[in-house]
C-alpha cells in the first residue's frame, strides 16, 4: 500500500522558517515527479512547488524566491524549505507523487496523495 506522510508543519510567525518532510512508503518514487501544493479555507487547492525525475525543480510564482523544493531519492522523502513566510501562506500543504505530465503542475495528474500537515503563519 502506497503511503505518502507530510510532517513539519506548525504555527509561525511572518517572517520565519519551516521545513515539511514527506515520506513515501510502499514504492520508490526515484523516477516520478513529485509535488507541493497546498489549499487554504474557503480557496481550491493549488500549486507550490513540483520536481521531476531530473531534478528540475517548478515554483508558483508566489513562492518563488522563498521556497525550494528538494528530494532525497535514497530516503524516498521529498523536501518543501519554506523561509520569509507569509500570512498568505497559511494553508494546509499537500505532498503529491507520481506525476503524469511534465511540467507537472497541476493537481488531476498526480496519482498519489498525502493527508496533509497544516502551516499557519501569524502577522
Known amino acids: 500500500q502506497v503511503q505518502l506522510v507530510e510532517s513539519g508543519g506548525g504555527l509561525v510567525q511572518a517572517g520565519g522558517s519551516l521545513r515539511l518532510s514527506c515520506a513515501a512508503s510502499g514504492r520508490t518514487f526515484s523516477r516520478n515527479a513529485m509535488g507541493w501544493f497546498r489549499q487554504a479555507p474557503g480557496k481550491e487547492r493549488e500549486f507550490v512547488a513540483a520536481i521531476n525525475y531530473f531534478g528540475r525543480t517548478y515554483y508558483a510564482d508566489s513562492v518563488k524566491g522563498r521556497f525550494t523544493i528538494s528530494r532525497d531519492n535514497a530516503k524516498n522523502t521529498l523536501y518543501l524549505q519554506m523561509n520569509s513566510l507569509k500570512p498568505e501562506d497559511t494553508a494546509v500543504y499537500y505532498c503529491?507523487?507520481?506525476?503524469?505530465?511534465?511540467?507537472?503542475?497541476?493537481?488531476?495528474?498526480?496519482?498519489?496523495w498525502g493527508q496533509g500537515t497544516q502551516v499557519t503563519v501569524s502577522s
Open positions: 503529491a507523487a507520481d506525476a503524469a505530465i511534465d511540467p507537472p503542475r497541476v493537481a488531476p495528474a498526480y496519482n498519489y
